[in-house]
Protein backbone atom coordinates (compact mmCIF):
# COMPACT_ATOMS: atom_id res chain seq x y z
CA UNK A 1 0.00 0.00 0.00
CA UNK A 2 1.56 3.03 -1.06
CA UNK A 3 2.24 6.34 1.69
CA UNK A 4 -0.19 8.61 1.55
CA UNK A 5 2.02 11.33 2.45
CA UNK A 6 0.27 14.61 0.63
CA UNK A 7 -2.78 13.27 2.64
CA UNK A 8 -1.08 14.68 5.71
CA UNK A 9 -0.74 18.01 7.46
CA UNK A 10 1.48 20.49 5.94
CA UNK A 11 3.97 20.14 9.08
CA UNK A 12 3.38 16.67 9.19
CA UNK A 13 4.72 16.10 5.02
CA UNK A 14 7.05 18.59 5.94
CA UNK A 15 9.07 16.35 8.49
CA UNK A 16 9.10 13.45 6.05
CA UNK A 17 10.38 15.91 3.79
CA UNK A 18 13.56 16.66 5.73
CA UNK A 19 14.57 13.08 5.86
CA UNK A 20 14.61 13.07 1.79
CA UNK A 21 18.26 12.69 0.30
CA UNK A 22 18.99 15.56 -2.35
CA UNK A 23 18.35 13.44 -5.22
CA UNK A 24 14.63 12.16 -4.04
CA UNK A 25 13.45 15.81 -3.19
CA UNK A 26 14.71 16.61 -6.79
CA UNK A 27 12.88 13.54 -8.03
CA UNK A 28 9.59 14.78 -5.27
CA UNK A 29 9.83 17.97 -7.41
CA UNK A 30 9.24 16.56 -10.88
CA UNK A 31 5.95 14.83 -9.91
CA UNK A 32 3.42 17.19 -10.49
CA UNK A 33 3.14 21.31 -10.01
CA UNK A 34 2.02 20.62 -6.41
CA UNK A 35 5.55 18.53 -5.41
CA UNK A 36 7.62 21.62 -7.02
CA UNK A 37 5.34 24.08 -4.89
CA UNK A 38 6.20 22.30 -1.59
CA UNK A 39 9.88 21.73 -2.57
CA UNK A 40 10.49 25.35 -2.94
CA UNK A 41 8.61 26.86 -0.36
CA UNK A 42 10.16 24.08 2.49
CA UNK A 43 13.47 25.40 4.24
CA UNK A 44 16.19 22.19 3.37
CA UNK A 45 19.39 22.81 5.64
CA UNK A 46 21.65 23.45 2.40
CA UNK A 47 23.62 26.51 2.05
CA UNK A 48 24.59 26.37 -1.51
CA UNK A 49 25.61 24.61 -4.79
CA UNK A 50 28.97 25.00 -6.31
CA UNK A 51 29.36 24.02 -10.11
CA UNK A 52 32.59 21.99 -10.98
CA UNK A 53 33.39 21.32 -14.43
CA UNK A 54 36.43 19.35 -15.45
CA UNK A 55 36.82 17.91 -12.08
CA UNK A 56 37.62 14.11 -11.87
CA UNK A 57 37.48 13.32 -15.54
CA UNK A 58 33.62 14.27 -15.30
CA UNK A 59 31.39 17.61 -14.22
CA UNK A 60 29.45 18.32 -11.74
CA UNK A 61 26.68 20.04 -8.92
CA UNK A 62 27.80 19.92 -5.37
CA UNK A 63 25.29 20.55 -3.04
CA UNK A 64 26.55 21.87 0.28
CA UNK A 65 25.30 22.18 3.89
CA UNK A 66 28.17 23.93 6.14
CA UNK A 67 30.00 20.40 6.35
CA UNK A 68 33.58 20.08 5.15
CA UNK A 69 32.22 17.44 2.25
CA UNK A 70 29.22 18.05 0.08
CA UNK A 71 25.85 16.65 0.99
CA UNK A 72 24.93 15.08 -2.34
CA UNK A 73 26.72 15.43 -6.03
CA UNK A 74 24.99 15.41 -9.04
CA UNK A 75 27.58 14.09 -11.70
CA UNK A 76 27.52 14.71 -15.32
CA UNK A 77 29.34 12.18 -17.70
CA UNK A 78 29.40 10.96 -21.50
CA UNK A 79 29.68 7.81 -20.82
CA UNK A 80 27.42 5.27 -18.43
CA UNK A 81 29.08 4.09 -15.58
CA UNK A 82 27.25 0.73 -15.58
CA UNK A 83 24.07 -0.61 -17.55
CA UNK A 84 20.92 1.67 -17.08
CA UNK A 85 17.60 0.98 -18.35
CA UNK A 86 16.63 2.45 -21.72
CA UNK A 87 12.97 2.47 -20.13
CA UNK A 88 11.40 5.52 -19.27
CA UNK A 89 12.11 5.24 -15.78
CA UNK A 90 15.33 6.64 -16.34
CA UNK A 91 14.72 9.68 -17.14
CA UNK A 92 13.12 12.66 -15.94
CA UNK A 93 11.54 15.95 -17.69
CA UNK A 94 12.67 19.17 -16.68
CA UNK A 95 10.86 21.68 -18.72
CA UNK A 96 10.98 21.06 -22.38
CA UNK A 97 14.50 18.57 -21.54
CA UNK A 98 15.01 15.03 -20.54
CA UNK A 99 17.86 13.99 -18.97
CA UNK A 100 18.72 10.13 -18.16
CA UNK A 101 18.88 10.37 -14.35
CA UNK A 102 20.86 7.13 -12.65
CA UNK A 103 20.33 7.77 -8.64
CA UNK A 104 22.14 4.16 -7.54
CA UNK A 105 25.21 3.60 -6.93
CA UNK A 106 25.54 7.36 -6.83
CA UNK A 107 23.87 9.83 -9.00
CA UNK A 108 24.65 10.67 -12.31
CA UNK A 109 23.12 11.83 -15.53
CA UNK A 110 24.92 11.05 -19.06
CA UNK A 111 24.97 12.68 -22.82
CA UNK A 112 25.28 15.90 -23.95
CA UNK A 113 26.07 16.75 -20.32
CA UNK A 114 27.07 20.60 -21.34
CA UNK A 115 23.25 21.25 -21.68
CA UNK A 116 22.00 19.00 -19.18
CA UNK A 117 24.57 20.27 -16.88
CA UNK A 118 22.72 23.98 -17.82
CA UNK A 119 19.45 22.98 -17.37
CA UNK A 120 19.13 21.50 -13.98
CA UNK A 121 21.33 23.90 -12.26
CA UNK A 122 19.04 26.57 -13.21
CA UNK A 123 16.38 23.92 -12.14
CA UNK A 124 17.78 22.91 -8.24
CA UNK A 125 19.28 26.53 -8.00
CA UNK A 126 15.73 28.19 -8.13
CA UNK A 127 14.08 24.80 -6.14
CA UNK A 128 15.87 25.27 -3.41
CA UNK A 129 16.56 29.43 -3.53
CA UNK A 130 20.49 28.24 -3.48
CA UNK A 131 23.20 30.72 -3.78
CA UNK A 132 26.39 29.87 -5.47
CA UNK A 133 28.82 29.34 -3.09
CA UNK A 134 32.02 27.77 -5.57
CA UNK A 135 32.86 27.44 -9.07
CA UNK A 136 35.51 25.39 -10.39
CA UNK A 137 37.19 25.28 -13.69
CA UNK A 138 39.65 22.33 -13.97
CA UNK A 139 41.98 21.46 -16.84
CA UNK A 140 39.43 20.47 -19.56
CA UNK A 141 38.36 21.78 -23.28
CA UNK A 142 34.79 22.77 -22.05
CA UNK A 143 32.51 25.97 -23.03
CA UNK A 144 31.09 26.30 -19.27
CA UNK A 145 32.10 29.17 -17.82
CA UNK A 146 30.79 31.26 -15.22
CA UNK A 147 29.18 33.54 -18.00
CA UNK A 148 27.44 30.26 -19.46
CA UNK A 149 25.74 29.66 -16.17
CA UNK A 150 24.75 33.23 -15.32
CA UNK A 151 26.72 33.70 -11.88
CA UNK A 152 27.64 36.36 -10.86
CA UNK A 153 29.00 36.20 -7.45
CA UNK A 154 30.16 33.40 -5.37
CA UNK A 155 32.39 32.69 -2.30
CA UNK A 156 35.49 31.20 -4.04
CA UNK A 157 36.45 30.34 -7.68
CA UNK A 158 39.18 28.00 -8.83
CA UNK A 159 40.13 28.50 -12.83
CA UNK A 160 43.43 26.24 -13.38
CA UNK A 161 43.34 25.53 -17.10
CA UNK A 162 46.14 24.67 -19.62
CA UNK A 163 44.24 26.03 -22.69
CA UNK A 164 43.56 29.29 -23.60
CA UNK A 165 40.43 31.35 -22.03
CA UNK A 166 38.46 33.54 -24.17
CA UNK A 167 38.65 36.63 -23.59
CA UNK A 168 34.79 37.98 -23.40
CA UNK A 169 34.78 35.08 -20.72
CA UNK A 170 37.94 36.60 -18.26
CA UNK A 171 36.62 39.92 -18.77
CA UNK A 172 33.57 38.53 -17.30
CA UNK A 173 34.74 36.89 -14.75
CA UNK A 174 37.19 40.08 -13.33
CA UNK A 175 34.90 42.41 -14.27
CA UNK A 176 31.51 41.53 -13.63
CA UNK A 177 31.90 38.98 -10.95
CA UNK A 178 31.59 39.62 -7.32
CA UNK A 179 33.72 37.01 -5.47
CA UNK A 180 33.73 37.60 -1.22
CA UNK A 181 36.25 34.73 -0.28
CA UNK A 182 38.96 33.33 -2.46
CA UNK A 183 39.79 33.65 -6.52
CA UNK A 184 42.92 31.40 -8.06
CA UNK A 185 43.72 32.07 -11.15
CA UNK A 186 46.03 30.33 -13.57
CA UNK A 187 46.30 31.16 -17.28
CA UNK A 188 48.58 29.42 -18.98
CA UNK A 189 47.94 29.98 -22.53
CA UNK A 190 46.54 33.60 -22.39
CA UNK A 191 49.99 35.15 -22.97
CA UNK A 192 49.14 37.86 -24.75
CA UNK A 193 45.93 38.65 -22.15
CA UNK A 194 45.88 42.51 -20.71
CA UNK A 195 43.38 44.10 -18.36
CA UNK A 196 43.63 47.66 -17.87
CA UNK A 197 42.13 47.62 -14.03
CA UNK A 198 40.28 45.23 -11.92
CA UNK A 199 39.33 45.40 -8.48
CA UNK A 200 39.87 42.69 -6.42
CA UNK A 201 38.24 42.38 -2.83
CA UNK A 202 38.31 39.17 -1.32
CA UNK A 203 39.71 37.25 1.53
CA UNK A 204 42.29 35.47 -0.87
CA UNK A 205 43.79 35.90 -3.87
CA UNK A 206 45.86 33.55 -5.93
CA UNK A 207 47.32 34.84 -9.35
CA UNK A 208 49.76 32.55 -10.82
CA UNK A 209 51.19 34.25 -14.21
CA UNK A 210 50.25 37.72 -12.68
CA UNK A 211 52.01 39.60 -15.56
CA UNK A 212 48.80 41.20 -16.69
CA UNK A 213 48.43 42.78 -13.21
CA UNK A 214 49.52 46.81 -13.31
CA UNK A 215 50.53 49.00 -10.80
CA UNK A 216 46.88 50.65 -10.69
CA UNK A 217 45.44 47.18 -9.99
CA UNK A 218 47.73 46.23 -7.23
CA UNK A 219 47.72 49.23 -5.11
CA UNK A 220 44.17 49.01 -5.23
CA UNK A 221 43.85 45.29 -3.78
CA UNK A 222 41.64 44.96 -0.97
CA UNK A 223 42.25 41.65 0.24
CA UNK A 224 43.64 39.89 3.22
CA UNK A 225 45.99 37.78 1.47
CA UNK A 226 47.77 38.01 -1.97
CA UNK A 227 49.66 35.47 -3.77
CA UNK A 228 51.17 36.70 -7.18
CA UNK A 229 53.50 34.76 -9.16
CA UNK A 230 55.19 35.50 -12.50
CA UNK A 231 54.17 39.40 -11.98
CA UNK A 232 55.79 42.26 -13.62
CA UNK A 233 57.75 44.91 -11.58
CA UNK A 234 55.03 46.27 -9.03
CA UNK A 235 56.00 49.15 -6.48
CA UNK A 236 56.17 47.24 -3.53
CA UNK A 237 57.62 50.58 -1.82
CA UNK A 238 54.21 52.53 -2.64
CA UNK A 239 52.31 49.48 -1.92
CA UNK A 240 53.81 49.71 1.95
CA UNK A 241 53.69 53.19 2.02
CA UNK A 242 49.47 52.93 1.12
CA UNK A 243 49.28 50.55 3.86
CA UNK A 244 51.32 52.28 6.67
CA UNK A 245 49.01 55.82 5.89
CA UNK A 246 45.52 53.65 5.60
CA UNK A 247 43.70 52.29 8.89
CA UNK A 248 43.34 48.92 7.32
CA UNK A 249 43.00 46.06 9.67
CA UNK A 250 41.48 43.40 7.26
CA UNK A 251 45.57 42.71 5.19
CA UNK A 252 47.65 39.86 6.37
CA UNK A 253 50.19 38.92 3.79
CA UNK A 254 51.34 39.64 -0.04
CA UNK A 255 53.57 37.69 -1.49
CA UNK A 256 55.20 37.78 -4.97
CA UNK A 257 57.80 37.63 -6.68
CA UNK A 258 60.62 39.73 -6.46
CA UNK A 259 61.08 43.18 -8.07
CA UNK A 260 63.67 44.16 -10.63
CA UNK A 261 64.44 47.06 -8.96
CA UNK A 262 64.44 45.72 -5.07
CA UNK A 263 68.32 46.57 -4.07
CA UNK A 264 69.90 48.98 -1.15
CA UNK A 265 69.58 51.68 -3.91
CA UNK A 266 66.74 51.39 -5.65
CA UNK A 267 64.86 50.87 -2.87
CA UNK A 268 65.70 53.34 0.39
CA UNK A 269 63.53 52.04 2.99
CA UNK A 270 64.95 55.59 5.19
CA UNK A 271 63.58 57.63 2.40
CA UNK A 272 60.25 58.61 4.05
CA UNK A 273 59.92 55.90 6.19
CA UNK A 274 61.07 54.50 9.64
CA UNK A 275 62.42 51.05 9.06
CA UNK A 276 63.59 49.19 12.43
CA UNK A 277 65.73 45.84 12.37
CA UNK A 278 64.51 42.71 14.31
CA UNK A 279 63.96 42.77 17.83
CA UNK A 280 63.24 39.62 19.61
CA UNK A 281 61.30 41.50 22.37
CA UNK A 282 59.13 42.92 20.24
CA UNK A 283 57.82 40.31 17.70
CA UNK A 284 58.94 36.49 16.99
CA UNK A 285 61.23 35.43 14.22
CA UNK A 286 58.83 32.93 12.37
CA UNK A 287 55.54 33.88 10.39
CA UNK A 288 52.50 31.27 10.10
CA UNK A 289 51.57 31.79 6.56
CA UNK A 290 49.79 28.03 6.41
CA UNK A 291 48.97 25.36 8.13
CA UNK A 292 52.01 23.86 7.09
CA UNK A 293 54.72 26.66 6.41
CA UNK A 294 56.13 29.90 7.82
CA UNK A 295 58.14 32.79 6.35
CA UNK A 296 61.60 33.47 8.09
CA UNK A 297 61.92 36.81 9.26
CA UNK A 298 65.21 37.36 10.61
CA UNK A 299 66.42 39.73 8.28
CA UNK A 300 63.19 41.36 7.74
CA UNK A 301 62.83 44.94 7.94
CA UNK A 302 59.81 46.28 10.30
CA UNK A 303 58.11 49.53 9.89
CA UNK A 304 55.56 50.38 12.95
CA UNK A 305 52.19 51.68 12.13
CA UNK A 306 50.43 54.64 13.97
CA UNK A 307 48.12 52.90 15.55
CA UNK A 308 50.56 50.34 16.47
CA UNK A 309 50.53 47.89 14.37
CA UNK A 310 53.88 45.56 13.72
CA UNK A 311 54.82 44.65 10.04
CA UNK A 312 57.58 43.09 8.09
CA UNK A 313 59.16 43.18 4.41
CA UNK A 314 61.37 40.60 3.92
CA UNK A 315 63.22 39.44 1.03
CA UNK A 316 63.75 35.56 0.56
CA UNK A 317 65.52 33.20 -1.91
CA UNK A 318 63.89 32.32 -4.86
CA UNK A 319 63.17 36.42 -5.65
CA UNK A 320 60.62 35.91 -3.54
CA UNK A 321 59.18 39.22 -1.87
CA UNK A 322 56.78 39.32 1.68
CA UNK A 323 54.96 41.79 3.28
CA UNK A 324 53.47 40.65 6.42
CA UNK A 325 51.23 42.12 9.37
CA UNK A 326 52.13 40.93 12.79
CA UNK A 327 48.46 40.85 13.96
CA UNK A 328 50.15 37.89 16.48
CA UNK A 329 53.40 39.13 17.15
CA UNK A 330 54.75 36.00 18.53
CA UNK A 331 53.90 32.63 16.72
CA UNK A 332 55.41 29.71 18.37
CA UNK A 333 53.50 27.32 16.43
CA UNK A 334 55.48 28.23 13.21
CA UNK A 335 58.38 27.56 14.55
CA UNK A 336 58.42 23.62 13.53
CA UNK A 337 56.90 24.54 10.09
CA UNK A 338 58.83 24.14 6.70
CA UNK A 339 59.83 26.92 5.03
CA UNK A 340 57.72 28.91 2.55
CA UNK A 341 58.69 28.53 -1.52
CA UNK A 342 56.93 28.45 -4.37
Known sequence: MAFPLLKLPSL????????????????????????????????????????????????????????????????????????????????????????????????????????????????????????????????????????????????????????????????????????????????????????????????????????????ETFLAMDCARITLQGNKDLPIRDFVSQWLLSKNTRFEWLKMTGSMRWNGEDINWNDGFEPMKWNPAIRGRNFKISHFQRVDCENGIDFLRDDGILATVVKAELGLIYFIVWHKRFQSEADDLQLDSW
Not at 27 to 41: A, E, P, W, Y
Not at 45 to 67: A, H, K, Q, R, Y
Not at 159 to 180: F, G, Q, R, T
Request: net charge positive.
Open 12 to 215: AYEEVLLNFNVPDLVDFSLLSSRCHRIIRSTRFPLTGIEVCVGGFDSDCLMFCNNSPRPIAVWEFTKERWRKVSDTENGWRRIGRTRIRIQKEPDWRSTKIQTKNMKVAFDYVRDLFRLPVTGYSLSDKEQQMYPQYFGITKCEEMYIWVHHEIPIDELKYILEKMEISKKLTLYLKENNDFECDFVQFSMDKLIIKRAFWITR
